[in-house]
């Protein structure tokens, strides 16, 4: 390597740009012009980001040694087996890494690391793999160190010709290096010395040019068209998306400051976002059942969505960019597709008919699909490409279990490549044999189930526990009967379309009732600031409940805010961006600005649920004791002025309701993803409303009214919680059940299985939604905690059947009023609300033997921090030490105390 090939290394790599993960649905597409991007010349913002550079020099580098502690924070290591051969490096405690699908298929063999300032990249990992694999020759090459001077930065993404970075003022950078502020570690005396192989450390520390926008959005996915024309930048928020296209030529002419800065392309969808990815011949993006496909081919000018198809719900995107075509691969464990893209139009479709693997792959060179599944690779050999029909070749197993992964087979060798992210945040770069004498990862791992919980013993002097489905015939067959509601027909309001109904209707007086509710107002408590949501009259309904799962790791719906006065709900669904990224700011907020949804209900809400099918779809128990479903496409969109501020709401003229008085609802996607089962309890009794993606989906029809199947529970039921693949888990005053809609256990649909008997005492969720989770509860009585988490064994019949594991904490913890699981990315943790303080314990759970050889569980609950804070929590949650979903910051805390809502924020908040 030379001091050309740095150069070179330049105008290839000044790219960094920032991710953050999204949710979804299905939508209708709309473009839209960008009024705050407007195309000005670049010169008018020179001044502004030179005063953003110079801002920031905390983390400047004026010294040898300081490359010298850069280096100790990087580690690269080499691995060698019989089966297997590479690397795997890391960064310690990086806060990011380069872990999600766009910036790992754009570029596999280039890793990002950020800490404290800096930006680590490993360039060239496939050429250490390919040497270190063909040659036996350990020749690393140096990492990259790009200082990053801004502050408030949320994350970083590859891509392009440039360095992008976008940070919470949703400012997307466009940055240049100088060349000619390089620093090398270690620093030879040889100037003449032009090999950098010798080298560990290659520092960038000056930006020479900045060229940034004003764009939405906290996501950004990169790359470039299949021939390197242009270079796209996107960034995306729920519904919206930001597009950027830059040639070579156009994006040198701006750092030229003589080019003219193209306005973003925006794009509206009615439904929430999972994902964006950039290929070769299209931008993708996903919603829970819809891919849309944008065309990149014709020139940024072009950019126009091209097709849209529908995709298995709550799909993983694997995309393979390619010259000829890009391959796609949409699975989500149960069903998937393959597609082939050409010009930003479906080329080919295959159907994917592996079951049970974490992703899946398509190598369309080798016609090769690769099955990810925890430590394992599978490769399946493609002979029928038009039916996809497959036939198992071998597997190739893996030294940690994979993230996100690619692999390929190499032509030459037949050997399969991996480039992939462990779950214990380190990058690997591996080669590999085939082994064909391995049975397919999916059945292995079952196995490997059946092992480690047949063993189990649990202490019984304290509560009952049946690791089987229940036994008791009453129950065990979840007697299904037909619940005849009084209210045979849907009930259609008239529509109030004339002028003169909207002025006699009461709405605008009931949403300025709201309005005039609540206040928010930034706040200081000790070392915690934020900001406070404080209602001056009492609601008739706040998301207090854990089992509103409207999001991917927060209980109740936070952080969310969702308040009801009289039949008017209004939801303050961006708390996690909007609201907390304007308290962190410290700047006075304008409630009218945070306010995301407004809905006229029927009746007032006693409990909802939300985003089911469609992000907007509800379905409600009203304190008047009926239910009620509020399909979105009968909803009516409204406006009105309050305040010199223009309000829209959504009122329903008609609705779907059942004479039932329930005390609580939630919703339940099938195991196949083509079912919704909307659920609602009282008492004993469960029902199950059941409804197809066809039903709910059906633009031009009536929903039809279903009735409900109805389950007896032996007590009173106080809580029922999602989990994927049509399963729920049912809480009652001193039991815990499982119900299987769809028989993802053996013994087939609609059973029910006892998992907990005699075990009382408050619960709350452990909150994710993925493919994968199997569910974790907190139980809190007699001044302890327990642990549950939801596993399967094999019973005597030979049958796989749910059970929970019960973790036991030795302590007390009396006077406790609130606690709940906290999302932290290295480690579990619990967050207890006692009078007048919030305590932070961190978790491990760990397996003992007495002398007998039977298992004991416990829970060891290890003091972290307290806080004192002048109210009594009703419910409290946490966030601490997280690179993805919390942009990187630690120490959130959220808590309802009464008729107050606090957002805090601890003293570490910041990078850590």
């Known amino acids: 390597m030379s001091n050309k090939v740095i150069t070179a290394f330049f105008i290839l790599f000044i790219g960094v740009i920032v991710v953050m993960s999204g949710c979804v649905s299905e939508s209708e597409v709309n473009e839209q012009s960008t009024e705050s991007a407007s195309s000005t010349s670049v010169s008018g913002h020179e001044e502004h980001n030179i005063k953003n550079i110079e801002e920031s020099t905390k983390n400047e580098i004026s010294s040898i040694s300081d490359l010298e502690n850069l280096y100790k924070n990087t580690h690269l290591g080499f691995i060698s087996n019989d089966y297997i051969k590479g690397l795997y490096l890391w960064v310690d405690n990086a806060q990011w890494k380069s872990d999600s699908e766009d910036l790992l298929y754009d570029v596999y063999d280039r890793v990002w690391f950020y800490k404290n300032g800096y930006l680590y990249m490993y360039d060239r990992a496939g050429d250490v793999l390919y040497s270190y694999a063909e040659e036996d020759e350990k020749n690393p090459y140096p990492w990259f160190v790009f200082r990053i001077p801004y502050n408030n930065v949320v994350d970083f993404a590859t891509g392009g010709e440039s360095i992008a970075i976008l940070d919470s003022n949703r400012n997307l950078h466009l940055v240049q290096y100088d060349s000619d502020n390089i620093m090398m570690w270690p620093n030879e005396k040889d100037e003449e010395d032009k090999s950098l192989l010798n080298k560990k450390i290659i520092y960038f520390g000056k930006i020479k040019n900045d060229i940034s926008w004003n764009v939405g959005g906290n996501n950004l996915a990169t790359g470039t068209d299949y021939d390197d024309n242009y270079a796209y930048y996107v960034t995306w928020d729920k519904h919206k998306v930001w597009i950027i296209g830059l040639s070579a030529h156009e994006l040198n002419e701006l750092f030229e400051n003589n080019g003219i800065k193209p306005e973003p392309k925006t794009f509206t969808f009615d439904s929430e976002i999972k994902n964006v990815v950039v290929g070769g011949h299209a931008i993708y993006v996903l919603t829970e059942n819809k891919l849309y496909i944008f065309d990149i081919t014709q020139g940024f000018e072009n950019i126009k969505e ?55 792959g398509y190598d369309s060179k080798e016609f090769k699909l690769f099955g990810f599944k925890d430590n394992k690779i599978d490769v399946y050999d493609v002979y029928d490409v038009d039916s996809m029909t497959t036939e198992y070749e071998g597997s190739l197993s893996l030294p940690e279990k994979v993230k996100i992964g690619y692999a390929f087979i190499d032509v030459g060798t037949g050997k399969v490549y991996t480039y992939f992210w462990g779950v214990d945040g380190k990058y690997y770069a591996l080669v590999g044999e085939i082994n064909e004498n391995t049975e397919p990862a999916v059945n292995v791992e079952t196995t490997s189930e059946i092992d480690e919980t047949s063993n189990y013993v649990y202490e019984t002097n304290e509560y009952e526990q049946t690791n089987t489905y229940n036994e008791d015939k009453s129950y065990e067959e979840s007697e299904t009967q037909t ?412 808590a309802w105390a009464g008729n107050d809502f606090y957002i805090l924020f601890g003293p570490k908040h910041g990078w850590f």
Not at 340 to 345: L, R, V
Not at 655 to 670: E, H, K, L, M, R
Not at 757 to 776: H, L, M, Q, R, S
Not at 832 to 838: E, F, T
């Open 306 to 360: 091209t097709s849209t198809t529908e995709i298995p719900t709550n799909a993983r995107l694997y995309v393979d960019p390619g010259y000829d075509k890009d391959t796609l691969s949409i699975y989500n464990g149960k069903n998937g597709k393959i597609l082939f893209i050409k010009n930003g139009k479906i080329d080919e479709t295959g159907e994917l008919n592996l079951k049970g693997y974490d992703f899946v």
């Open 483 to 894: 619940y005849e509601s009084e209210r045979s027909e849907q009930s259609f309001e008239t529509e109030t379309n004339s002028k003169n109904e909207i002025e006699k209707n009461p709405i605008e007086s009931e949403v300025k009732e709201v309005f005039d509710n609540f206040d928010i107002e930034n706040t200081q408590i000790e070392d915690l600031w934020g900001v406070r949501v404080h209602l001056k009259k009492t609601p008739d309904y706040k998301n207090i409940h854990d089992w509103l799962q409207t999001r991917t790791y927060e209980p109740c719906g936070l952080p969310g805010l969702y308040l009801a006065y009289g039949n008017c709900l209004i939801g303050i669904s961006e708390v996690g961006e909007s609201l907390k990224v304007l308290g962190e700011d410290k700047e006075p907020i304008n409630k009218y600005d945070v306010i995301s949804n407004i809905y006229i209900l029927p009746t007032t809400p006693k409990d909802f649920t939300i985003g089911f099918y469609s992000s907007y779809n509800i379905f409600m128990a009203g304190k008047d004791g009926n239910l009620y479903l509020l399909p979105y496409d009968y909803g009516k969109s409204c406006e009105l002025e309050l305040n010199d501020e223009s309000i829209y709401y959504t009122e329903y003229p008609k609705y779907i309701t059942w004479n039932i008085d329930a005390d609580g609802v939630n919703w339940i996607s099938s195991y196949s993803g083509d079912n919704y089962y909307l659920v609602a309890w009282k008492g004993d009794k469960l029902y199950i409303f059941t409804y197809t993606a066809d039903q709910l989906g059906a633009e031009n029809n009536e929903i039809p009214k279903v009735e409900p199947s109805v389950i007896s529970l032996p007590e009173s039921i106080t809580a029922v919680y999602r989990l994927p693949y049509g399963r729920m888990l049912i809480r009652t005053d001193s039991g815990l059940y499982l119900y299987d809609t769809d028989g993802y256990y053996d013994y087939g649909p609609g059973k029910l299985y006892t998992l907990l008997k005699n075990f009382p005492g408050k619960t709350v969720i452990e909150e994710y939604n993925g493919v994968d989770y199997n569910g974790n509860l907190v139980i809190y009585n007699d001044d302890k905690f327990y642990w549950i988490e939801i596993f399967s064994k094999y019973d005597e019949n030979d049958k796989n059947v749910p059970i929970a594991l019960v973790y036991k904490s030795d302590k007390t913890f009396p006077n406790v009023v609130a606690f709940s699981p906290m999302y932290n990315t290295y480690d579990e943790q619990l967050i207890i609300g006692y009078d007048g303080k919030v305590d932070i314990y961190n978790v491990s759970k760990v397996t003992l033997y007495d002398e007998n050889g039977n298992e004991k569980l416990y829970l060891n609950l290890t003091y972290d921090m307290t806080f004192n804070v002048p109210f009594t929590p009703e419910f409290v949650y946490g966030e601490d030490e997280c690179y993805c979903h919390v942009h990187k910051y630690e120490q959130y805390i959220y």
